[in-house]
């Protein structure tokens, strides 16, 4: 990860090095469905990470629910480095880019695809279910939403457990 | 701007490039006291701009009082590139490494100094009186806060006019 963010000139302190998030959600298949992430600020009103991915390293479908009376987490993600593949509900994509991890195809069910190359941003609306892939070199994803409270995340996978496996 | 940009790896499209703010505050002293930035979203919950100092430029004084029935703007500045002093309200700093503005030194009152390297960030509550320059070599600063409403801010100096100049 810490190369990544090397290639695209993103400074990280020593001890955000040390909290860098691994989350592969209880798949044990880290490099097919997992996200590599660093929280810069998560308070009552904002937050703000940087997320990597890997060489067609996907984020499993999920969405952000109404949690503690507010409407549920609004996400912008701006592509800052690489390529990603983002699909959320709305009209499929005939033949998409991405390609659905092995094994896991009934848990992938939405299929708008949007394109983010570095530059790129869009904002998902809260409750909407969406995944998303790096394509073949990898991405650097800067996420800018309202508070972010991962525990309540619901993921269309019923085997995804949402914590963190390891540090470092 | 686009250079200090593209120094940093900072991509941005086509369209952000002509919507770049230039903002000298209505002083006419552009690089001695101004701003240069990119907004990236700005909706009801939050906010992420890209800020652009040039060597040795200030953003001047001011704060972000409560409006509409929020507390008023909370902002996290993240310094990406070069190096930025920010004042805010506190025990002032015995010898502070900025210089104020010549001829503006009135309209300077907070003196708490830190310094932000690549890397570095700091949280700014509401309603607390900030500045912030640049180091010899620039600083480009990510922004990420509660909704921005430009026009509200109070800034010390009566003279300032927090509205664009010109854009490009």
Redesign the interface.
């Given at each position: 990860m810490i190369d990544y963010l090397d290639t695209?000139?993103?400074?990280?302190?020593e001890q955000?090095k040390e909290n860098i998030e691994i989350a592969d959600f209880g798949l044990g298949q880290l490099e097919e469905q997992g996200l590599e992430l660093i929280t810069?600020?998560n308070?009552e009103?904002?937050?703000?990470k940087e997320l990597v991915l890997f060489s067609n390293q996907t984020c499993p479908e999920h969405k952000h629910p109404p949690v503690l009376g507010s409407e549920g987490k609004?996400e912008?993600f701006?592509c800052?480095?690489g390529k990603v593949w983002l699909y959320v509900e709305g009209e499929p994509t005939p033949s998409i880019k991405a390609t659905v991890p092995q094994g896991s195809e009934a848990h992938y069910t939405v299929y708008h695809e949007i394109e983010l190359k570095?530059?790129?941003?869009y904002?998902i609306p809260p409750n909407t279910l969406h995944w998303f892939q790096a394509a073949e070199n990898g991405a650097i994803v800067?996420e800018?939403?309202?508070t972010s409270r991962d525990e309540y995340d619901i993921f269309t996978d019923p085997r995804i457990k949402r914590v963190p496996e390891t540090n470092g």
């Open positions: 695209a000139g993103i400074v990280l302190t955000e810069y600020i308070n009103h904002y937050c703000a609004t912008t701006r800052r480095w570095a530059g790129d941003q904002t800067s800018f939403s309202t």
